[in-house]
């Protein structure tokens, strides 16, 4: 059964543009055009339906970004089902209380990925238990699943969603916590589209290169915004940043959604390549300025979307000497992506803000009472509390969950636990976690305040910041570094960036990394950054 005009992006812009390129796979340029992509969702659709997949169900996905991940998420929405994409890199133990939690009916998965899926389903405490159902009918690792592709695509009921229908589960990072299922509308998709091209602008020639994992909502919307714009995605299932700079300069990409670490990467590749280039040595430093034709691929971009992370000043500068478009934002997945996103000049004339927020969102800072007992007052520009955002991109909660939904929401809109500050222009500064803020000897200290004084010095690349209990000042600063130079030592980085520190917020114990350790989302994981200085630091 064909779906009624307006249902769904994919059956609109196939309609409007079938011949129109809707996919590219980075790897080796394979496409799929909209009238292909729709033709391929509704076989998708009906095979669902041959496993009684039908409006309001939760099909969940273990699958990486590419094709198959697409054609089943929009399969799933054509029968007014939800999708639930799952991050393939958890054991069955973590995934398992995932799909009970979603209540996942169906689990999709994709060669590779079904052993994973059989696993975990027996780990879900669930009945009746998750039917598993895999994409490819070879795949040999998931004895005790369906094989999608042998089930016969005869026709089926299609629904046209209400704007306030959830149409997508997608589970936090889960950095503090058991991991939340936050559900996204109809609206609050539509609306985040709108709000991004409004800030970020739409090009009919756009190819939107996405490196980032579906089931995080870094990966998700380039997709879904550009099957809305009817606009090309560009689909890579793993991130390599040599790979990563040839494909994009291969596809002809416009824009990049990216973290702040593959950035750096890439950057720093780039440097590798015209240091061999011009004298076979490979050189490049993780601070250097490439400027030669590897860097290009960057330089062509239309725009460079960095989030999931802070987005460092160091980088932000270095891709301003490059002419590099880089757009640092800030967003997360209750709010369906972007709350605030930076151009440019801002990025680089106002040292670490993430711009001002898209519209129709609003932001309210409030008071540091408002994080520990109950909404305080809206704070005036320059001071710094919790950021509260309002707007239809918003979600409505976490599935299942109706303390966490009503714990973090007020009148004025959704907590999300992050401190911030705007000034009188309304730019939005993200200063860190609320409950990260250190409270050493009667002073508060912010991580995001040390860990930006901290990596403005040549000598770090990276740091990450936490308090560690501490019996005299209560909590103490501990600052894990990525040196730029192997051969120093944690005692000549100690007092880095001390000009620019009071005494307090200095580092009282410090310990050095060949990286981060950072979550699948890309932020760093403050747990690991504690357990390695407990193990390694050195107290100063």
């Keep these: 059964m064909r779906t009624p005009q307006g249902s769904d992006p994919v059956a609109e812009r196939a309609r409007v543009s079938a011949d129109e390129t809707a996919l590219v796979r980075a790897a080796d340029g394979s496409s799929w055009t909209y009238g292909h992509l729709d033709e391929a969702v509704e076989r998708t659709a009906g095979k669902l339906a041959t496993l009684d997949v039908e409006r309001g169900d939760h099909v969940g996905l273990l699958a990486e970004t590419g094709v198959p991940a697409v054609r089943t998420i929009y399969g799933a929405l054509r029968l007014g089902a939800v999708p639930v994409p799952l991050n393939t890199r958890l054991t069955a ?16 998965c994709e060669r590779g990925t079904g052993a994973l899926g059989v696993a975990a389903a027996k780990e879900a405490p669930r009945e009746p238990p998750t039917t598993i159902a895999t994409l ?13 592709g042998a089930q016969s695509a005869d026709g089926f009921e299609t629904t046209v969603p209400d704007p306030d229908d959830v149409r997508l589960l997608l589970f936090t990072s889960g950095t503090t916590g058991r991991p939340k299922a936050v559900e996204l509308t109809a609206e609050n998709l539509r609306s985040s589209a709108v709000a991004s091209a409004l800030r970020l602008g739409i090009d009919p020639d756009d190819h939107w290169f996405d490196p980032l994992a579906v089931y995080h909502m870094g990966g998700f919307a380039p997709i879904y915004r550009s099957i809305c714009y009817g606009t090309t995605a560009i689909l890579q299932r793993e991130f390599d940043a040599a790979a990563t700079l040839a494909a994009i300069d291969r596809t002809d990409s416009t824009c990049l959604s990216v973290v702040p670490t593959m950035l750096q990467r890439m950057l720093d590749a ?5 240091g061999a280039s011009a004298n076979g040595t490979g050189a490049g430093s993780a601070n250097g300025a490439g400027t030669g034709p590897a860097a290009d691929p960057l330089a062509d971009l239309r725009f460079v979307l960095s989030g999931g992370a802070a987005t460092p000043p160091a980088l932000v500068e270095r891709c301003a000497d490059l002419d590099v478009a880089l757009c640092p934002t800030y967003g997360i997945t209750e709010t369906c992506s972007q709350v605030a996103t930076a151009l440019p000049a801002e990025a680089r004339d106002h040292e670490g803000t993430v711009g001002r927020p898209l519209y129709p969102t609003t932001v309210t800072i409030l008071g540091d009472d408002g994080v520990d007992e109950g909404p305080g007052e ?3 520009a320059g001071e710094s509390g919790e950021i509260v955002v309002d707007g239809p991109t918003v979600s409505p909660g976490y599935y299942g969950d109706e303390t966490a939904t009503a714990e973090s929401r007020s009148d004025l809109g959704y907590h999300t636990g ?29 991580p995001a305040e040390v860990v930006e004084a901290l990596e403005a010095h040549p000598t770090i690349d990276a740091a990450a910041v936490v308090g560690l209990d501490d019996p005299e000042w209560g909590e103490r600063v501990a600052a894990l570094l990525v040196p730029t130079d192997a051969e120093v030592s944690p005692g000549d980085l100690r007092d880095t960036g001390a000009d620019r520190l009071a005494g307090y917020k200095r580092p009282k114990t410090v310990a050095l990394a060949d990286e981060l350790p950072r979550t699948a989302s890309g932020t760093v994981d403050r747990d690991a950054v504690r357990e390695r200085l407990r193990a390694d630091g050195i107290e100063f």
């Design 93 to 108: 133990d973590e995934l398992g209380p995932q799909l009970d939690t979603a209540d996942v009916e169906v689990l999709v």
């Design 136 to 148: 490819d009918g070879d795949d040999t690792d998931a004895d005790e699943a369906v094989r999608l």
């Design 270 to 274: 780039a440097d590798e390549a015209d």
């Design 378 to 380: 809206p704070l005036p």
């Design 418 to 446: 992050d401190l911030g500050r705007r000034d009188d222009a309304g730019r939005l500064w993200v200063l860190g976690r609320a409950d990260d803020a250190i409270s050493t000897g009667g002073e508060l200290v912010h």
